[in-house]
Nanobody, 124 residues
């Protein structure tokens, strides 16, 4: 079994920054892609960013491009999401996810493992 634990969420004013972390532990499976998704109240979970094992493939949702940066440290089995210039519409629960293998999916149904989420609230 794989466990994913997110951290780094909180309350921040618009224009501020937060850095989310997600550490994977448990069963190992070689190379894997990692992704971040978010879900705002009353809305469906949506893709935010994803990164391949070697970090040579990185993808962002248009809504966060230029403001968010995804990165990973494979020695620590950890993925990060640096969020700058935060807006009230970025308020959501943020989830990290893992997909074993070399594919880097952009849809949630293609990810196998999920964390429990961390709340990000951006005040105006």
């Amino acid at each position: 079994q794989v466990q994913l634990v997110e951290s780094g969420g909180g309350l921040v004013q618009a224009g501020g920054s937060l850095r989310l972390s997600c550490a994977a532990s448990g069963r190992t499976f070689g190379v894997y892609a990692m992704g971040w998704f978010r879900q705002a109240p009353g809305q469906e979970r949506e893709f935010v960013a994803a990164i391949s094992w070697s970090a040579d493939s990185i993808y962002y949702a248009d809504s966060v491009k230029g403001r968010f940066t995804i990165s990973r440290d494979n020695a620590k089995n950890t993925v990060y999401l640096q969020m700058n210039s935060l807006k009230p519409e970025d308020t959501a629960v943020y989830y990290c996810s893992v997909r074993p293998g070399v594919l880097v999916p952009l849809t949630e149904r293609e990810y196998f493992y999920w964390g429990q989420g961390t709340q990000v609230t951006v005040s105006s």
